[in-house]
C-alpha cells in the first residue's frame, strides 16, 4: 500500500474518533480542546497527535486522553498507544506520517513530552538509548497521586486502607491485591500512591506499574522484535508489579496468556501484584475461568460511587491544594451537581478556577453555572421528553399539542416521529413510556417512528443532518 493510502485512512480513523468525542462531550469543549488536536504521526500501534500549547497538552492529556485512548481502540480493534505532544504554531506542522516506533526507545518518548516533537526517528540520545530497562517498561507515576492527596471516605475506606497496607506492609499480606470500580474512581490514584511510598521507604526495590494496554503493547512489540525472553525477564525479576485497567486484555488470548504466567511466576515467588479494573475479576468479559479466579485469590476490594460527603471532601481539599477560596455555596452546588465521578468533579473545579483567573473575578454561584453549562447539563441525566417535544415543534414549525394530538396528517406526523426517535435515543425510558407521553400512543407505535426515522435518515442526507442537529442542540 502506497504511504499515502495509509495515511489518508488514519486520518479518516482520527475523524471518526473526533466525531464520537465531539457527541460525547458537547461542542463548546470539542470546539476549545479536541478540535485543535492534529494527527501527526502513527502506526497501528502508536498514534502521536499534537496542540499548539503546554497549557492544552496537559488539559487534554488529564481530561480526554482516556476516551481517545479507548475511541481508537474501538477504532482499530487493538489496543494503541496514544501521545499528545506540544507543537507550536511557529513551527511548521509536519505532514501526517508514517513512523516507524518500533525500535524507539520508550524513554525518549517520556523526554520528548516537554519538547516540540518531528515524526524522526534517527535522533536518538545515547543515554536515552543506556537507560535501565526498568524505565522502559514502567509507566510514569503522577507526582499528584499520593496517599496524602487521597480524600478517604466511605466508598473507597477498604481500597484505600488495603493499598496502604501493601505499600508498609514488610511481607506480602494478601496477593494480589485486585482494586476494582468505575472510572474516575482512584483506582490509579492508589496505586501510583502504593508505588510512591514503596519507592521512598525501600529505593532499592523493583517497582513496576503500567497499564494493561501498555503491557499488550510492549508484549506484541517483543513478538515483533522476537525478543520476548528478555520481555519476561523484565516482568519476572520485579518485587512489585502493578497493571491497571486490566480490563482491556479482555478477548485477547495471546497477551492473556502471557499475562497469566507473569503473574503466576511472581504470586509464586511472593512478589507483590496489584491490579486494577473496572469490573470485579468474576465479571471480566473475554477473560478465562482459571485467570478469574486465581485473580480473586487475594484481597478484592471495591470502590464505590461518590457520595455527597465524600464529593465535599474532595473539593475542599482540592481548592487548598490549588490555594483559592470557593464560595461554600458553590462548593456544596458542584458536589450536589457533579455526580458521575471525582475525576469529572475534579475538571469542574479546575474549570471554574481557570475561567475566575483568566477574566480576574472571583468565583460565584452564577458563573459556576454559566462556565460549567454542558457539564451540568450531562450530570441532570440529559434532556426530558417534554424539551424534544418543544424543540421538535420549533424546528418543523407545528404546535406543541401537536405532539399529543391525534392527527395524522404527514405535516405533524413526521415531527412527531422524529420527537419519538429523539426520545428513545436521547432518554432513558422506555418505550410504553415515551408513547404514554405521545397522547397515549402505543408502543409499538413508537417503535414504527423509530424505524421509520432510521430508514429516513439512511436515505435522505438532508434528514439526517436535520436529526443530527436536532440532538446535538437538545444535548448541548
Ligand atoms: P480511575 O483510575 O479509577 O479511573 P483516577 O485514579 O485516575 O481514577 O482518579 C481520577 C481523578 O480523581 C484523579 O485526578 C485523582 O487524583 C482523583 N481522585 C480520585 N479519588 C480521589 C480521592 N479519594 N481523593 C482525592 N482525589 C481523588
Ligand atoms: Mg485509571
Known amino acids: ?37 492534529s494527527l501527526l504521526s502513527g502506526d497501528e500501534s502508536f498514534i502521536r497527535m499534537a496542540v499548539p500549547t503546554r497549557f492544552m497538552r496537559d488539559w487534554v492529556a488529564s481530561n480526554y486522553q482516556d476516551r481517545i485512548q479507548a475511541l481508537w481502540l474501538e477504532e482499530i480493534g487493538a489496543p494503541i498507544g496514544v501521545e499528545i505532544v506540544v507543537l507550536s504554531p511557529s513551527r511548521p506542522v509536519p505532514k501526517p506520517a508514517i513512523v516507524d516506533v518500533k525500535d524507539e526507545p520508550e524513554v525518549l ?49 477498604l481500597a484505600y486502607a488495603a493499598a496502604q ?32 511510598q514503596i519507592r521512598k521507604a525501600h529505593p532499592e526495590k523493583k517497582v513496576i506499574y503500567l497499564s494493561a494496554e501498555k503491557f499488550m503493547y510492549q508484549f506484541v512489540r517483543a513478538l515483533r522484535t522476537k525478543d520476548t525472553m528478555s520481555f519476561k525477564e523484565q516482568f519476572r525479576s520485579v518485587d512489585v508489579l502493578m497493571i491497571d485497567d486490566v480490563q482491556f486484555i479482555g478477548g485477547r488470548e495471546a497477551t492473556q496468556e502471557e499475562f497469566f ?59 487548598e491544594q490549588l490555594d483559592v477560596k470557593i464560595p461554600q455555596k458553590v462548593v456544596e452546588f458542584l458536589a450536589h451537581k457533579i455526580t458521575s465521578n471525582i ?50 415543534a420549533e424546528h418543523f414549525n407545528v404546535r406543541v399539542s401537536d405532539m399529543h394530538s391525534a392527527r395524522r396528517a404527514r405535516a405533524v406526523a413526521r415531527p412527531r416521529q422524529v420527537a419519538m ?21 402505543d408502543h409499538t407505535t413508537v417503535m414504527h417512528a423509530v424505524k421509520k426515522v432510521e430508514e429516513l435518515k439512511s436515505t435522505d442526507l438532508e434528514f439526517a443532518e436535520d436529526i443530527e442537529l436536532l440532538s446535538r442542540m437538545l444535548e448541548s
Open 165 to 196: 497496607r501493601v505499600a508498609d506492609a514488610e511481607a506480602v499480606p494478601f496477593n494480589p491485591l485486585f482494586l476494582y470500580g468505575g472510572v474516575g474512581l482512584g483506582k490509579t490514584h492508589l496505586m501510583h500512591a502504593i508505588a510512591h
Open 343 to 392: 475525576r469529572e468533579l475534579e475538571g469542574a473545579l479546575n474549570r471554574i478556577v481557570a475561567h475566575a483567573t483568566l477574566v480576574g473575578r472571583s468565583v460565584t454561584l452564577e458563573t459556576t453555572q454559566e462556565v460549567l453549562h454542558d457539564l451540568l447539563r450531562a450530570n441532570d441525566r440529559r434532556v426530558t421528553i417534554e424539551e424534544i417535544q418543544k424543540k421538535v
Open 109 to 157: 518518548r517520556a523526554q520528548e513530552r516537554e519538547a516540540p516533537v518531528l515524526p524522526v526517528a534517527s535522533s536518538v540520545p545515547v543515554e536515552a538509548v543506556q537507560e535501565s530497562e526498568v524505565q522502559q517498561i514502567t509507566g510514569s507515576l503522577d507526582p499528584r497521586f499520593t496517599f496524602e492527596n487521597f480524600v478517604v471516605g466511605k466508598p473507597n475506606e
Open 1 to 37: 500500500m502506497a504511504q499515502s493510502e495509509v495515511v489518508l485512512s488514519f486520518q479518516e480513523q482520527w475523524d471518526r474518533v473526533l466525531g464520537k468525542l465531539r457527541t460525547e462531550v458537547g461542542e463548546a469543549a470539542y470546539r476549545s480542546w479536541l478540535k485543535p488536536l
Open 421 to 441: 426517535y429523539l426520545s428513545k435515543q436521547l432518554t432513558s425510558r422506555s418505550l410504553p413510556e415515551i408513547g404514554r407521553k405521545f397522547g397515549g400512543r
Open 261 to 319: 504466567h507473569t503473574f503466576n511466576a511472581l504470586v509464586d515467588q511472593n512478589r507483590q501484584v496489584i491490579i486494577s479494573a473496572d469490573k470485579s475479576p468474576s465479571d471480566l468479559e473475554g477473560v478465562e475461568e482459571r485467570m478469574k479466579s486465581r485473580l480473586g485469590w487475594g484481597l478484592v476490594a471495591d470502590i464505590h460511587p461518590t457520595t455527597y460527603e465524600l464529593r465535599l471532601g474532595i473539593l475542599e481539599s482540592k481548592a
